[in-house]
């Protein structure tokens, strides 16, 4: 039995899209187009002596083979090496490439929305499009041109990201399109309001991923209601969200069981219950963002082994100032966050050294630790960090200005796989801190603007030690000279990335010359302090000061 389509030949329809195709590909959709139906349907005839018999690999499910066809390099691999088969490998194959059909620029968008408007159509391309993303033509979308998506009733993943044209009542409506959506990302697109997240928790209860950084408009109800109906939420990131309160994060925590990543950047009004009900609740947690978030303390946190409950009632030593009076109790986790690898607690000034130390303690394998301007941390919450040993790559310590050369020893004698050390602004620290650090095998970046003690001896030692630096931060350590700098780069060849802002040394035409541009928004004094070399910058002042020694050897040896 071989199969074929009802309807021998509807119109030719465009299925390929980019402008760089040539003709030849679109000759070869041209040929595979005819033997198909709106619907796709198949039917069985008997097989003629006019009619081969159909090829085994033909007989192949159509998951298999889509999967198969996936490992295809390109499109243009599909187009010249499946499509003319058989009819089964001509559907699979049109479906996988109109499974995320490529939008790289507006035209391209005109193209795909001639196809799915047309009214006979050799396959029924909306039904095939499971991602579709606007980024690229973000400036171009209007409501018209979105609206005119909602066929696609099988999509799954939506990017939005600073469509700033499209209106919250058009979303809205659209979104109900789409029951199966999976994953939305609506970053800058400051017009959504309540009205689109509770279509969306309404509509699309298979959900796992939302993003609505920067929408100052939706309030907490509405993502209580999301959270309430979309149990399967894994990524949530409310960064910017202003109104955000403890409720919708704490339903969140509850409702949402496999919740791996929460974002609430800037969301100043959360407070430790909340936070208390992520720790206590996610256990698959991967990623958590609290940074900005300024009402937090160390009771947001769980607590450290030394810390004993006090009883309840009121406190029998109303006039000590060591004792803090509050509802909620040490947070005793019953089981480690084992899967937590990134935790950003930026600005979270309310902290001390307790948070960090229960933090380590419930979750043991942190990779990547932020702890810029907590400025209440001292050594002893870098050596409680070091009990993290291997696991760690990444720590931020920026502003952490109580910190000493003894806790940073300690730090690199115990976290040996470092990638990332940030210590701007810890001014207690001195060569002594850098001498450890350049023992660290993996170190790709190092941090250490406005740690003014720092010596040219720090730099000798970061050029002899550690040669797998790529990114160096030496901004406003003024005793810093260019003889040093250059002995760095002559050592350092794969460093790619050098700030020297605000060093006296470096305040001379004939070095700023390589640097790059200063940003728009600086005035007169920070442009004329901008000292920041950067890809081809840094290799040319490595030329210009190699050729500047030399000449300067050659004087004096005349």
């Known amino acids: ?89 001509c559907k699979c194959s049109v479906e996988l490439l109109w499974h995320k059909p490529p939008i790289p620029d507006f035209s391209t968008l005109l193209k795909i929305m001639q196809v799915l408007s047309r009214e006979e159509l050799t396959f029924t391309y909306a039904q095939f499009i499971r991602r579709l993303n606007f980024m690229t033509v973000r400036s171009e979308m209007t409501d018209s041109i979105f609206g005119r998506f909602a066929p696609c009733a099988h999509l799954e993943r939506l990017t939005l990201v600073g469509c700033t044209n499209l209106s919250d009542d058009v979303i809205a409506r659209t979104v109900l399109s789409f029951p199966n959506l999976v994953a939305i990302d609506l970053s800058g697109v400051d017009s959504i309001t309540d009205r689109t997240i509770f279509a969306l928790a309404d509509n699309c209860r ?42 919708p994060v704490s339903t969140l925590a509850i409702k949402c069981p496999l919740l791996l ?20 609740h996610s256990h698959n947690m991967r990623e958590m963002r609290l940074s900005h978030c300024v009402e937090l303390t160390d009771l947001a946190f769980p607590a450290p082994q030394n810390i004993r409950d006090l009883p309840p009632g009121p406190n029998p030593f109303p006039e000590s100032s060591r004792l803090t009076v509050s509802d909620l109790p040490p947070l005793r986790l019953s089981r480690p966050l084992e899967h937590l690898r990134m935790l950003d607690l930026t600005n979270c000034s309310k902290i001390t050294d307790d948070a960090v130390e229960g933090i380590v303690n419930a979750s043991p394998r942190l990779r990547n630790l932020v702890l810029s301007k907590c400025s209440q941390l001292t050594d002893r919450a870098i050596e409680c960090i070091c009990l993290l040993d291997k696991y760690l790559h990444y720590l931020h310590l920026g502003h952490a200005s109580a910190i000493t050369d003894r806790s940073v020893k300690t730090l690199a004698r115990s976290c040996t796989r470092l990638r990332y050390i940030d210590l701007a602004n810890c001014n207690q620290l001195t060569d002594m801190s850098v001498f450890e650090l350049a023992s660290l095998p993996k170190l790709r970046r190092i941090g250490l603007v406005r740690v003014s003690n720092l010596t ?75 000292c920041v070399f950067a890809g081809d910058g840094v290799n040319k002042l490595r030329r210009f000061l190699t050729d500047l020694f030399l000449s300067i050897t050659e004087e004096m040896g005349s």
């Open 456 to 530: 040219d001896e720090a730099i000798y030692a970061l050029g002899d030690r550690c040669q797998t630096l790529e990114r160096v931060h030496l901004s406003y350590c003024n005793q810093i000279t260019v003889m040093a700098i250059h002995y760095l780069l002559q050592k350092l060849q794969k460093l790619n990335h050098l700030s020297l802002t605000g060093i006296p040394a470096f305040r001379r035409p004939e070095l700023q010359q390589f640097c790059r541009t200063p940003p728009a928004g600086f005035n007169a004094t920070q442009r004329a302090q901008f």
């Open 206 to 247: 298979k959900l796992q991923g939302i993003n609505i950084l920067a929408c100052r408009r939706v309030s907490s109800t509405s993502i209580g209601a999301l959270a309430d109906k979309c149990p399967l939420l894994r990524r949530v990131k409310l960064s910017g969200v202003v109104d955000l309160t403890d409720e």
């Open 1 to 89: 039995m071989s199969e074929i389509y009802f309807q021998p030949s509807p119109p030719q329809s465009f299925c390929s899209f980019s402008n760089d195709e040539d003709d030849s590909d679109s000759e070869a959709w041209q040929l595979v187009a005819s033997p198909a139906t709106r619907h796709s349907s198949f039917c069985h005839v008997q097989t003629t002596a006019h009619t081969p018999p159909h090829p085994p690999a033909s007989d192949l499910p159509p998951k298999i083979l889509i999967n198969i066809l996936n490992h295809l390099s390109s499109p243009r691999d599909i187009v010249y090496s499946t499509l003319l088969v058989s009819r089964s490998w």
């Open 261 to 280: 990543e929460i974002d609430l950047n800037g969301c100043k009004r959360p407070s430790d219950r909340a936070v208390r009900d992520i720790w206590t």
